[in-house]
């Protein structure tokens, strides 16, 4: 049989994360609650490898960059510098936010 009621030292948070701009960004979404994470420093960097993760999904769609076209548009960086030019243009477009829920 489960006991319900409250746990001591037990926090749940909640995340949004989205894309920016023309789609939409963290107004259209809904909260996604994070019953297994223990701090805020955790729940953000969920929210953020998500949001990371919905970019790269739309990669070379709608405007989007891809690192196949960085590539393609810069043929005498390194991967270093491709990596730098993706990760600067994926988080111009990246939204995401973490709460402690009360």
Same mark, same amino acid.
């Given at each position: 049989m489960m006991l319900i009621g409250k746990m001591e030292n037990y926090t749940m948070f909640k995340?949004?994360?989205?894309i920016? =701009? !023309?789609f939409g960004g963290l107004d259209n979404v809904d909260w996604e609650t994070l019953e297994w994470c223990n701090n805020i420093k955790d729940a953000t960097e969920y929210a953020e490898e998500a949001a990371k993760d919905l970019y790269e999904s739309y =990669? !070379?769609?709608h405007g989007l960059?891809?690192?196949e076209s960085l590539r393609e548009e810069y043929p005498d960086y390194d991967e270093k510098d491709?990596?730098?030019l993706y990760n600067e243009a994926m988080d111009s477009w990246i939204d995401y936010v973490a709460e402690e829920v009360i």
């Open positions: 995340v949004k994360y989205a920016a =701009g !023309g =990669g !070379g769609m960059e891809s690192w491709i990596d730098d």
